[in-house]
């Protein structure tokens, strides 16, 4: 072998080297993104839920006009009207779960006809 098929070779082993290990990086980096975009949105539907229940108790006779309630219900409301700016992080997942239903049921018309 020549010099020049040498340094070609020795190129190319970098570059595929290089190229595998980005995507190694990438597919690690987006499983990240999508665990957290996961763990954001069950925070989103938890504290959905606990100001749909603290205004539940807050509308009840006993407690209708205190204002401890009523402070804590306006802070819940406002935290969740903030974790609604991450709305396009935790968006990735409703999209992945809006997708698969469609994909087994053309998966299933797809058996159906063979």
Request: hydrophobic content about 40%; aromatic content about 8%; glycine content about 2%.
């Amino acid at each position: 072998m020549t010099r020049s098929e040498l340094v070609l070779s020795g190129i190319l082993l970098v570059s595929v080297l290089l190229n595998v290990g980005i995507f190694v990086y990438a597919r690690i980096a987006i499983t990240k993104l999508l665990n957290s975009a996961e763990e954001l949105w069950d925070l989103q539907q938890m504290v959905d839920s606990f100001a749909e229940h603290l205004e539940t108790v807050y509308e009840l006779e006993t407690f209708y006009g205190d204002q401890t309630l009523q402070n804590l219900l306006a802070h819940a409301v406002s935290f969740n009207e903030h974790l609604e700016t991450f709305e396009h992080i935790y968006s990735l997942i409703e999209e992945e779960e809006d997708v698969e239903p469609d994909q087994r049921s053309s998966e299933s018309e797809e058996k159906e006809q063979t």
